[in-house]
């Protein structure tokens, strides 16, 4: 515990912490020296090389998502008054911040900045930069207005201490929520820049940026490459929280068109790690002269801190899918069995569940206990099969399942109106039914093109459209798409982020991630049953509720998992044995250059 004087003056009757958990036990005591899973003596220095795919024109993460395409790795250059451990599922330990402190009730929080964090041009984090920043990020990003709706205000409580004060009690999460803020200069942000113009930080810019994190940036072409330099002098780097981490002198970005492409650039030794998504190119395009003789080295790391739903989202803003016998349909024509064995390699295995991967959160069988008594008080709007059947997709596979499920679908279809003319699928007004599937690279054609002759079968008019990721990130802002795929990726503690993934007020906002435009009560009250929960069986009872609501209404088709971060790298660095246990590969962050390995590989000093 610690008790700060200014913290004392600004809350006498609170008690301090070194850091925060949702549920449960904190693992590291107050005077903790390093998180376990890091090498304390790991070496500084070298340069690691990483790629992205597409392009970015902006640095400023205020209006990242909304505008423009911010540059991959520009994070590092930021921090937040806490950050997580990656050995416990929901625990956040000081970062800016030094203390912590809430009543019980948890009607407010207040952080208190350590004294010594500094912004790289040397002068000192105050809480005029919290304040600053909170209001940036609510007042100009949707996302971030949706995420901090219930922090109402934020205001300067000691001489270091800020106060978050939320809308009502009871929400255990917003302590941790108020603590993920990235903190960014006031002084800068307010000043000109190097021709004399004023910074606007509700627009894109290239510029350069401040920060007080433990990388800079040190040069850029736009669109095409990024350079991170370490601060050797950071004034956090002897932090608990720091010591073992970010320990390359050097962070490389180099941007191409597609994996294809950037796969070719790390075989020929331009890009270190490569971050493998296709499980046919895993089996199929690895084998080249440096993997043989492992200077090349393919690696899988499991995730065990992700859960995730992968599928075609249904745009229900399309009148044709508002019926949810057609969203039904579309998922029998999906023969996820045979896009396996074609182009997967049989590796992957099919999302049940919006919580893939934490089976904790994952609805099975019927519901029972808590769970059935949420989804009781809400009966009447949920679908009858949640009390009645347990969620499974259909199976395909063989000529026979296709054609049972292939019947299924039209039988649902003609059920809603729908008929076919000359092989042509009309809805109820007659219309022909004309989707287009969205895309922005080849991985998202080769399994559009799978799908579309089963719904050709159907009746339905498919085109593939793939578009450069600047034009495919603008029409999902503005939910400009018949079908795309998508993935909501989840973390052990669900929380308020549901509610720009799946709550009504999203639906409609520009550049939110509920895609699909779900507006659903039953699907509201979930939420507000998982942000609101008092203990974890809470939690998981709800998450589990909204699963099952949300899969038997039929938002997306899903798609497939695996349960594995793979990736091949050039055999040049080390890391900590055993791995953070829910960090998956924690590369680059723990891991550091290793000169002796650099030597045998050849090509690099």
Same mark, same amino acid.
């Given at each position: 515990?610690? $008790? ?8 006498? /009757? ?10 449960? /036990? ?16 790991? =070496? ?8 992205? !795919? ?13 505008? #423009? ?26 970062? %800016? ?41 609510? $007042? ?34 917003? =302590? ?78 180099? *941007? ?27 089996? $199929? ?62 590796? *992957? ?23 059935? @008594?949420? %989804? @009781? ?7 009858? @099969? ?30 809603? #109106? ?61 939910? /400009?798409?018949?079908?795309? !795929? !998508? ?23 520009? #550049? ?37 609501? %949300? ?9 497939? !998992? ?8 050039? /055999? ?34």
């Amino acid at each position: 515990m610690v $008790t700060p004087a200014s913290a004392q003056a600004a809350a006498p /009757d609170l008690q301090w912490h070194h850091a925060l958990s949702l549920f449960g /036990d904190v693992k590291y005591p107050a005077d903790f020296k390093r998180f376990d899973y890091v090498n304390p003596d790991a =070496p500084k220095g070298g340069t690691v090389r990483r790629y992205d !795919t597409g392009s970015f024109d902006n640095f400023n993460i205020v209006v990242a998502g909304l505008k #423009g395409s911010i540059a991959e790795g520009v994070g590092l250059v930021f921090e937040n008054l806490t950050v997580r451990s990656q050995d416990e599922t929901v625990t956040a330990y000081g970062q %800016l911040a030094e203390a912590v402190a809430y009543p019980e009730d948890r009607s407010y929080v207040i952080y208190r900045l350590r004294a010594e964090a500094r912004w790289h041009d040397g002068k000192p984090v105050s809480a005029d930069d919290v304040i600053f920043s909170f209001d940036a990020l609510k $007042t100009n990003s949707p996302m971030y207005s949706a995420y901090y709706r219930h922090i109402v205000k934020c205001e300067q409580v000691g001489d270091r201490d800020v106060k978050f004060t939320f809308d009502a009690p009871g929400n255990r999460e917003l =302590p941790t929520i108020a603590g993920e803020v990235t903190v960014l200069p006031k002084h800068w942000w307010e000043g000109t820049d190097a021709q004399g113009r004023k910074r606007d930080i509700s627009a894109t810019s290239l510029e350069i940026p401040l920060g007080s994190g433990p990388y800079r940036v040190k040069q850029f072409e736009a669109g095409r490459s990024l350079v991170l330099e370490r601060v050797k002098d950071h004034w956090g780097k002897d932090l608990p929280s720091y010591v073992g981490q970010n320990n390359f002198d050097e962070i490389r970005y180099d *941007y191409f068109r597609d994996d294809t492409v950037g796969r070719e650039a790390f075989k020929g030794d331009q890009v270190d790690w490569f971050a493998e998504r296709s499980a046919k190119e895993w089996a $199929t395009a690895y084998d080249f002269p440096a993997v043989r003789d492992k200077r090349v080295i393919k690696d899988k790391f499991q995730m065990r801190s992700v859960g995730r739903m992968q599928g075609f989202v249904l745009n229900l803003r399309r009148p044709m899918f508002s019926d949810v016998r057609l969203r039904r349909a579309f998922n029998y024509a999906y023969d996820f069995e045979e896009m396996n064995r074609q182009l997967s390699f049989g590796e *992957y295995t099919r999302d049940n569940s919006y919580f893939d991967g934490i089976p904790d959160f994952m609805a099975t069988g019927l519901p029972q206990g808590l769970e059935l @008594e949420m %989804l @009781e008080a809400l009966r009447d709007k949920v679908p009858p @099969e949640v009390f009645t059947t347990p969620y499974q997709n259909p199976v395909n596979g063989n000529a026979e399942n296709v054609r049972n499920n292939l019947r299924e679908a039209t039988r649902l279809l003609k059920e809603a #109106g729908f008929d076919v003319k000359d092989r042509k699928l009309l809805d109820p007004k007659g219309q022909p039914v004309s989707i287009e599937i969205l895309g922005r690279d080849p991985a998202d054609e080769r399994i559009a093109l799978f799908y579309k002759p089963n719904l050709e079968r159907l009746g339905v008019t498919v085109s593939i459209r793939i578009v450069d990721d600047a034009q495919y990130q603008q029409r999902l802002r503005n939910f /400009d798409f018949d079908l795309t !795929t !998508t993935v909501w990726a989840q973390s052990l503690s669900p929380g308020n982020e549901q509610r720009d993934f799946f709550g009504s007020a999203a639906a409609d906002r520009p #550049g939110s991630q509920n895609l699909p435009g779900i507006k659903n009560p039953a699907v509201d009250a979930l939420i507000d049953h998982i942000i609101f929960a008092k203990d974890r069986a809470e939690l998981v009872a709800a998450c589990k509720a909204m699963d099952r609501v %949300l899969l038997w209404n039929f938002y997306v088709v899903p798609q497939f !998992t695996y349960a594995f971060e793979r990736a091949a790298r050039w /055999d040049r660095f080390g890391h900590p044995d055993p791995l953070p246990a829910y960090g998956q590969s924690g590369f680059p962050t723990v891991w550091w250059w290793d000169a002796e390995k650099a030597a045998k590989t050849g090509g690099r000093s």
